[in-house]
């Protein structure tokens, strides 16, 4: 578990490695089977989910601080994802003026981020562990880097089984799922690195 | 459409889990046993009928550029009414799903049908889609969780129901391959069951080609002669 007196480097690694949240925690799956069929893209991805997700999580938190003072956390639900949402909107508006060859790189993915579970989820998880402001940028740029890592290598792999002879029923999603699979089992083997 | 039809096309032909493919994380995360699954499946169904149900009956007050933010409220709203009866009736049932029950809000399937189906028709059909597709999601979600129960500890577990658990395999001869109630089985399930889809598909498809084939031949051989037909059965050994 992720607490508040963990340092930000185990807070890194741990939700990177050992929690990685593709293949550990099942968020943001969408993107991951949908997009991954071509590295670049899946690399322009990556970025963007970095980008946004370290942001919304800094938004998020400052908006839950509203929430608690008012007492009303069951608002959690709805105010977070829109205001997730209207903020990756400004964010897209700003780059867009401001820095045109970012916007170029990663204008594409950012509107499809808005609804991907892994922002969301990252922004929950972070409220649910009670973590302080820096200490959830942390966790949330360890999620991110995860994901990239994950999304980059899983596209490596995947050009290289879609030559591969398979039978006709295993083609496309159930191959994809398959390797997934043995990814994740790979991914285990950081359980129990530094007693995490 | 028939009501009937309306509902069985989410079981198989548009299932939201083998064919859309959306909606992975929950399919995959709460599957780990039948409860957990049963809990998913009710909860998605619950909001994925209202919201289509509301939609459907404020599409002509929503002018069309709000209509996103309006339809995510209508969802989040729904959600959280889900997350908190779940939270005060089957306080072990939240837990184990954990943040998963409000992350059904940016389930992409619900937001798909809002903007696919409940926009565009009326009450009683948008109702009978949400219920089509929160039934196909339930049933598959539900077989995945037998399932890696079943290989993961050879037993059904029905907690959730107030029963005890079933036990199929008994540990005294099948120690569990707990690969399977971990995140690796839940890729491999689902993948194998897709494969399984697809296979049906194909076989289905072709015994419709091979019938309507047939079909074909006999229209042709009745109408001529009579060696004809001598022949279509030559043709068919």
């Known amino acids: 578990?992720?607490?508040?007196?963990?340092?930000?480097?185990?807070?890194?690694?741990?939700?990177?490695?050992?929690?990685?949240?593709?293949?550990?925690?099942?968020?943001?799956?969408?993107?991951?089977?949908?997009?991954?069929?071509?590295?670049?893209?899946?690399?322009?991805m990556g970025f963007a989910v970095v980008f946004v997700m370290v942001l919304s999580t800094g938004v998020s938190w400052l908006v839950y601080q509203v929430l608690e003072f008012y007492h009303m956390e069951?608002?959690?639900?709805?105010?977070?994802?829109?205001?997730?949402?209207?903020?990756v909107q400004l964010v897209e508006m700003f780059i867009r003026k401001v820095l045109p060859p970012l916007y170029l790189a990663l204008g594409i993915y950012l509107p499809l981020i808005t609804t991907n579970c892994a922002v969301l989820g990252a922004a929950f998880?972070?409220?649910?562990?009670?973590?302080?402001?820096?200490r959830s940028e942390m966790y949330t740029l360890g999620v991110s880097v995860g994901f990239?890592?994950?999304?980059?290598?899983?596209?490596?792999?995947?050009?290289?089984?879609?030559?591969a002879p398979i039978s006709k029923s295993f083609k496309g999603q159930p191959i994809a799922f398959i390797t997934a699979s043995l990814m994740s089992l790979a991914f285990m083997g950081f359980k129990g690195l530094f007693g995490l | 459409m028939k009501p009937l039809?309306?509902?069985?096309?989410?079981?198989?032909?548009?299932?939201?889990?083998?064919?859309?493919?959306?909606?992975?994380?929950?399919?995959?995360?709460?599957?780990t046993n039948f409860s957990d699954a049963l809990g998913m499946g009710l909860a998605f169904s619950f909001v994925i009928v209202g919201s289509n149900v509301v939609i459907s009956l404020v599409r002509r007050l929503v002018p069309g550029q709000v209509r996103i933010p309006v339809y995510i409220?209508?969802?989040?709203?729904?959600?959280?009414?889900?997350?908190?009866?779940?939270?005060?009736?089957?306080p072990d049932l939240s837990r184990s799903l954990g943040v998963f029950v409000p992350l059904i809000v940016v389930n992409c399937i619900i937001m798909g049908r809002a903007e696919a189906f409940a926009s565009k028709n009326?009450?009683?059909?948008?109702?009978?889609?949400?219920?089509?597709?929160?039934?196909?999601?339930?049933?598959?979600?539900?077989?995945?969780?037998?399932?890696?129960?079943?290989?993961?500890?050879?037993?059904?577990?029905?907690?959730?129901?107030?029963?005890?658990?079933?036990?199929v395999l008994s540990d005294k001869w099948y120690p569990g391959v707990l690969i399977f109630i971990l995140a690796p089985g839940a890729f491999l399930v689902?993948?194998?069951?897709?494969?399984?889809?697809?296979?049906?598909?194909?076989?289905?498809?072709?015994?419709?080609?091979?019938?309507?084939?047939?079909n074909l031949r006999q229209a042709a051989t009745a109408s001529p002669t009579v060696s004809g037909e001598g022949a279509s059965t030559d043709d068919r050994q």
């Open chain 2, 73 to 90: 409220t209508v969802i989040a709203t729904l959600v959280t009414v889900a997350d908190y009866v779940m939270k005060a009736f089957v």
């Open chain 1, 148 to 163: 990239f890592l994950a999304i980059v290598l899983f596209a490596g792999i995947r050009e290289v089984v879609d030559h």
């Open chain 2, 122 to 167: 009326g009450v009683w059909r948008s109702f009978l889609d949400g219920l089509g597709m929160g039934i196909g999601f339930t049933v598959v979600i539900a077989l995945i969780g037998i399932l890696r129960g079943l290989m993961g500890e050879g037993t059904i577990s029905l907690s959730l129901l107030g029963l005890k658990d079933i036990t």
């Open chain 1, 1 to 44: 578990m992720i607490a508040n007196d963990m340092s930000f480097f185990l807070i890194f690694l741990s939700a990177m490695l050992v929690n990685n949240i593709l293949l550990m925690r099942f968020l943001g799956l969408c993107p991951f089977f949908g997009i991954s069929s071509s590295l670049k893209a899946s690399v322009g």
């Open chain 2, 190 to 214: 689902i993948g194998f069951l897709i494969a399984l889809h697809h296979k049906i598909g194909d076989l289905l498809a072709t015994a419709k080609a091979r019938k309507t084939q047939s």
């Open chain 1, 125 to 134: 998880l972070a409220n649910d562990y009670k973590l302080d402001f820096f």
């Open chain 1, 74 to 87: 069951y608002l959690r639900t709805a105010v977070f994802i829109l205001s997730i949402a209207a903020f």
């Open chain 2, 5 to 31: 039809g309306e509902i069985g096309k989410g079981l198989f032909k548009e299932n939201p889990i083998l064919v859309i493919m959306l909606g992975l994380c929950a399919t995959l995360a709460c599957s």
